[in-house]
């Protein structure tokens, strides 16, 4: 959030300000977190509003009123979120307290309108609370958004903005997502739905357009001529440690794919909007998204992964020795599949998504791969040059190409032109994707969140896929635990057009 030369304190001084001309941020506002007991309350909202209470980034009258079936506390709040905090010394205790002065709670069903009337009547009570600005974070299973934001239209807005974030996953198909659209379309207006995937918070996702559109060197190559293949990963080193219940049910594509990786591509390949403004970048997106068939099963690998007798303890279980999944699962942990973009940009060239638990690294990126040069004159010792845009972690943007190997020998060699964001911004602390998105939510900028029309053709690529893995509940392709994933996977990468030539890996130079 700090730049080169300023103290973090001194940016949110700056944000601050700027946040303050506007009369609506001025007002009071209550945050309600709906599912106030769960792992992603304690481990993210939570933590997140207090970075953002702490730097000042919310409005002075914010309160933050929890709802759950648990009963809830105060203190007992305080002590499951207190390791995500990451409270510094430098942290002022009273404004801690401060914080923890501003919470409270209501307990109650979800599908209970008298707790929800009781709840309405909370916020009532509040500080301004008739008219405040009203915030409603479901961190809820999918199941209950339904019943949910019936309860919540009926009971609890107020006389200010009401603004509803939806975390993924927005249904389980095309069939149910537009069933959940036309629901929540019924209660609110599409400009107070904020449907959140946490990957457009992040640094690097959000570079991509300003990488893209702000250098005038890469606009000439961004193209077909140029661009043999697109590949955008995401890596996780751990498998679903005892979480393989609600994983099962979804799988990696859901995961994963359908939102993560094909939001990315948005970027990559969209083309330049209007303006930065939220409905033009969104815009561009779709006509994306419209441009891209279905996929089909032939271009896709599915792995599951099985323990490694000869790897570390955690390393040993495989997938289906998780007590929480169901025996017998067919659920794919791994998936690459080759999407194509039929339009003039683009025709012919692969964009390649891979995901994958319990792989050998955890790692996202984007990475460009271009042709070769024409008029081989160094006997093939070259190879392709690369550009990447590594999102986790270790942020950074490279470029592979060629140079002379210093010496005497007249021999080409592969090196990097990079950006390490370690290194180039070193006392700069890069904010949580969820503190820019929360920020946005209260600024009213859907720039970073999915439309309901981008979610639909989202559900269209990829909807008959799974319907098709389902019927046919044929058992995914083994691999290791700690391995790169299903070797099949590797084939389809070079089938595509991808050359993996292995002689060439980034060290990051932070950590020299």
Known sequence: ?????????????????????????????????????GDLATKKIYPTLWWLFRDRLLPDETHVVGFARSPLTVESVRQQTLPHLKVSPEDPPPRLAQFWGRQSFVRGQYGDGGAFARLGGHLRALPGGEGANRLFYLALPPSLYVPVTRHLREACMGGGWNRVIVEKPFGRDLGSAEALGRHLGALFREEQIYRIDHYLGKEMVQSLMVLRFGNRIFGPVWTRDHVAAVVLTFKEPFGTQGRGGYFDDFGIIRDVMQNHLLQMLCLVAMEKPASTHPDDVRDEKVKVLKCIRPVELDDVVLGQYVGDPEGPPEARQGYLDDPTVPPGSTTATFAAAILRVANERWDGVPFVLRCGKALNERKAEVRLQFREVPGDIFGRQCKRNELVVRVQPDEAVYTKLMTKKPGLFFNPEESELDLTYGSRYKDVKLPDAYERLILDVLCGNQMHFVRSDELREAWRIFTPLLHTIEERGEKPLPYPYGSRGPPEADELLKRAGFLYEGTYRWVNPHRL
């Open 1 to 37: 959030m700090a730049g080169p030369g300023l103290s973090r304190s001194e940016v949110c001084g700056m944000l601050r300000q700027e946040l303050t001309r506007d009369e609506a941020f001025l007002q009071p506002h209550i945050i309600i977190i709906l599912g106030a007991s």
